[in-house]
């Protein structure tokens, strides 16, 4: 992989990719990128806050325009939010560049690294396992068609997965 490359990481909501992302980074001496940070330093304003004013679409918007943009900039580690895969633009612009990767993990996993998230717009609902089940049914063949690898991350340290991605890349 040459230095100019970007490694990007997708999966749903809760699974790590921005600890995970900071590290690889760190390690490979890239830049580190967050979709959802991009997208709040544009915007001036939080994710639920562009949830409220502008819908999902809004947001979906904002965040193609992101992706779009940062996965022209060379040599980043880019942490992607977990609705990246809902657009055929988005998919198609990550199966290009490549090196990607996808970390999921176990329903119990991501319920409990979510708990108490009033940052996420889509699990602020009565029912929060199963909005989790219902979006990794919707979304999980599309994180394994953009993806070249993918890493569960249960029980396993935010550096031993990225260390594991690293060696896979
Ligand atoms: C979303 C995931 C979030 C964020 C937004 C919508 C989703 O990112 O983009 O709340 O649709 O799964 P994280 O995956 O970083 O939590």
């Known amino acids: 992989m040459d230095d100019s490359s970007n490694i990007i990481l997708v999966g749903p909501m809760g699974v790590g990719k921005s600890t995970i ?4 980074a760190q390690a490979t001496r890239r830049q580190f990128k967050d979709t959802d940070q991009e997208i709040e330093e544009r915007c001036g304003a939080d994710i639920p806050w562009i949830f409220d004013i ?23 580690v880019l942490a992607t939010g977990g609705g990246i895969v809902t657009r055929p633009e988005n998919r198609e612009l990550l ?9 999921t993990a176990s329903i119990d996993q991501l319920v409990k690294r979510t708990r108490k998230d009033r940052k996420r717009p889509l699990l602020q609902v009565d ?31 935010p550096k031993t997965v990225a260390d594991s991605i690293l060696s896979q890349l």
């Open 21 to 24: 992302g900071r590290l690889i």
């Open 54 to 76: 502008e819908g999902e679409e809004g947001f979906r918007n904002r965040e193609a325009t992101v992706l779009r943009d940062l996965i022209a900039e060379p040599g980043l």
């Open 95 to 103: 199966l290009k560049n490549g090196n990607v990767v996808y970390l």
């Open 127 to 157: 029912d929060p396992r199963s909005k989790i089940v219902e979006l990794i049914k919707a979304r999980g063949h599309w994180y394994e068609e953009v993806a070249q690898a993918k890493v569960i991350t249960d029980h396993k340290s």
